[in-house]
């Protein structure tokens, strides 16, 4: 189970979904009440946005023996929290439910385990009502798994409830996704962010920095609250600075940035080079709110059209895509590359 983070109660019981997440619970709430809960179901969004909770609250709800609607103010039924397959679900013990998720260290769902998946579901429960297998990421199948699963998607058994869990639908083939309830969790707005930032660290100042940090993940945020993330965006852009300015090479900086996770490195990276157009279009210093940023944001406008660095952030996107498929590329040669964009950006563009 994940994204288990601190959110509002119901009834008193453990956290059951995140408040964003809503309007998705009442859908699928209302259907599985009318008994239309289809077979397979297909939590797509970006990570950081409780997909992960809410698939695992939906498997204990279509488990629980006396799932009720509650009167705290969130729609739908939820599960009780006190029959016997509520305690197995919370010990994580119920033996109708099954998690498939790449092994250790593996990358990819392979196709033996959706084979068991599928000798799974052909079963009977063991406690007599639904079985649930959970998959995720489920974009983590490769192409004999995904093939692999079709037959148990084209030919569902009574009570058996599919979860594919995925953070990168585009990588989904076209076969699974028209086989699957899509239900989209997009990432909360601001101000739901900030709302829940507040409830789940009362004591912190930095909540903007972190949900920023966080690429907008509430989630994300509260992860990194506990780590050195701000302090190191703070010395980073220090860095930056210098490396603007000549004082030090690109290949010094990249050795003290690869030391730092390096998705955090190149999200800040993205952060600041969409700042530095958002002020480019706009000339609005309130949208940079680190003032050595600002400094650099404010010199680098002066050169150049918002086009240029729509160029330079492409580059660092690619780098993100290129490490979210966990190809092992060179980090030291990826920060390099990055660093090296940003120093072009000193030379003015000819007329």
């Not at 009720?68 to 029959?83: I, L, T």
């Amino acid at each position: 189970m994940n994204d288990n983070l601190t959110n509002t109660t119901v009834s008193g019981l453990p956290d059951l979904y995140y408040p964003w997440q809503a309007s998705q619970w009442d859908k699928l709430t209302t259907v599985f009440s009318s008994g239309r809960l289809p077979h397979a179901l297909m939590l797509s969004g970006v990570g950081g946005t409780g997909k992960t909770l809410f698939a695992d609250t939906l498997a204990n709800l279509v488990l629980c023996e006396q799932a009720y609607d509650n009167n705290q103010g969130n729609p739908g039924p939820v599960p009780c929290g006190r029959c016997k397959n509520c305690h197995l679900v919370q010990a994580e013990a119920h033996p109708d439910i099954r998690y498939f998720s790449p092994e250790e260290k593996s990358t990819i769902v392979k196709v033996d385990q959706i084979r068991q998946l599928n000798e799974y579901i052909s079963k009977s429960s063991q406690q007599g009502g639904y079985k649930v297998a959970i998959i995720h990421p489920a974009e983590a199948m490769n192409t004999s798994a995904a093939n692999a699963l079709l037959k148990s998607l084209e030919e569902p058994s009574q009570k058996t409830l599919i979860i594919l869990v995925v953070d990168h639908p585009g990588r989904m083939l076209p076969t699974i996704r028209s086989r699957c309830q899509v239900v989209d969790f997009p990432m909360p707005n601001h101000q739901q962010s900030m709302a829940w930032l507040s409830q789940a660290l009362p004591e912190s100042a930095l909540l903007e920095d972190l949900l920023l940090l966080a690429a907008g993940s509430p989630i994300k945020a509260v992860e990194l609250a506990g780590s050195e993330a701000v302090a190191q965006k703070q010395s980073m852009i220090a860095d930056l600075a210098k490396v603007l300015k000549r004082e030090v090479t690109v290949v010094s900086v990249a050795a003290k940035w690869q030391k730092y996770e390096l998705q955090l490195v190149l999200a800040w990276n993205v952060t600041w080079l969409q700042q530095l157009i958002r002020f480019s279009m706009t000339k609005d210093a309130q949208l940079v709110k680190d003032d050595t940023l600002l400094k650099m944001i404010q010199y680098l406008a002066e050169k150049h059209s918002a086009a240029r660095f729509y160029e330079l952030l492409d580059k660092v996107q690619t780098t993100c895509d290129l490490v979210a498929r966990k190809t092992n590329p060179n980090h030291q040669i990826l920060i390099e590359n990055v660093l090296v964009g940003w120093s072009e950006l000193m030379q003015k563009t000819p007329a």
